[in-house]
């Protein structure tokens, strides 16, 4: 199983995206989520000065973040940088738009994005829509400018099984984020590779799944505050979508759903309140307080993040990985520097 690196975009992340590569990680990501952290592209252009080897990728871009155009010369740009070494992931925003209070675009508009993102970064033509215009466009810059030679990977987020199939028609990998559960990676990988093959697509495409891992010491509890703090921030995540997609959250138990009414009531809010995206995404992504540890229940725990003995965690990667999963991204947001050397020690196993 390759493991990769993943981190809030801010001036800095260079010096991480360095210990990375020197730790021998495939990949170094960060999130593109306007209002919430630093631009992704000027976190990764400094990292791809800094670096020589590890892929650098956006986890994940979305349709109503940039225009096609911009978002494919963003990346193009990248990839004069660090040639062949960028990851392209493309979702629907649910993070992005809903901490902008607004609504995540929908399949189709992700499907006909990420196919003209592929097009442009590959120096095709493609049909660029304003309203009733249509117009073909494509690279006009070329030469210092962008890099359309060298491949970029492309990855479509998916969360259910209709993303997974765009990800099989369009013949890229599949990204997810907290997704654990190796029958939901089956279903997965069986419906990607089914509409691959169905649209004459390579069905080879890897698969990513972004999350936390916790190695625990002897005799540590699983539900301790090391281990909540490890994977605090993708326990808090999930609470957050619920406490915003008020539809998602009643599929959680009833100890989960009184959970999202507490965090709703510390954030001084309502699910209803038009205004709540202020402040439901405080610190989003970022190591939870003290405060919040609470909210971060035992199911959370067990669902969302790698906690675990090294023999347990062993076996949790395995399933994962026979389920059709490729590279774990791991979060670090405790002490990155410490808990990347600890990371790599751990997966390169006791001969390493």
Request: glycine content about 10%; aromatic content about 6%; overall charge negative.
């Amino acid at each position: 199983m390759r493991t990769g690196i993943v981190v809030t975009a801010q001036p800095g992340v260079e010096e991480l995206a360095v210990q990375a590569e020197n730790l021998g990680f495939h990949s170094f990501w960060v999130y593109d989520t306007p209002m919430l952290h630093g631009d992704p592209f000027v976190a990764l252009a400094l990292c791809a000065k800094a670096t020589s080897r590890i892929k650098l990728g956006v986890g994940v871009t979305s349709p109503a973040l940039r225009s096609a155009p911009a978002s494919a010369t963003a990346f193009a740009s990248l990839n004069a940088l660090a040639p062949g070494r960028v990851i392209c992931g493309v979702g629907t925003g649910n993070t992005a738009r809903r901490s902008l209070g607004m609504p995540p675009t929908k399949m189709a508009e992700l499907e006909e994005f990420t196919a003209a993102l592929q097009g442009l970064c590959t120096g095709r033509s493609i049909e660029y829509r304003e309203g009733d215009r249509v117009r073909d466009v494509r690279f006009l810059h070329v030469g210092p400018y962008v890099n359309s030679t060298d491949p970029i990977e492309f990855l479509v987020a998916a969360f259910g099984l209709k993303a997974a199939a765009i990800a099989g028609r369009l013949g890229t990998g599949v990204i997810s984020f907290g997704l654990l559960d190796p029958e939901t990676w089956r279903a997965f990988d069986e419906t990607r590779r089914k509409a691959a093959r169905d649209a004459g697509m390579p069905d080879d495409a890897d698969s990513y799944v972004m999350t936390s891992l916790h190695v625990l010491d002897e005799d540590e509890d699983p539900y301790g505050d090391a281990a909540r703090d490890a994977m605090g921030h993708i326990a808090l995540a999930l609470l957050t979508f619920a406490a915003d997609n008020p539809s998602f959250g009643e599929g959680l138990d009833p100890q989960e759903r009184e959970a999202v009414q507490r965090l709703l009531e510390r954030r001084g809010t309502t699910a209803t309140d038009p205004d709540r995206h202020n402040v439901l995404y405080t610190n989003y992504l970022g190591r939870i307080s003290p405060a919040e540890r609470d909210l971060v229940l035992p199911s959370l725990v067990d669902k969302l993040g790698l906690v675990g003995t090294p023999d347990r965690l062993a076996e949790r990667i395995a399933a994962i990985e026979s389920a059709g999963v490729d590279e774990l991204v791991i979060q670090p947001v405790i002490d990155p520097p410490r808990e990347m050397a600890r990371l790599a020690e751990f997966m390169a196993g006791p001969d390493g």
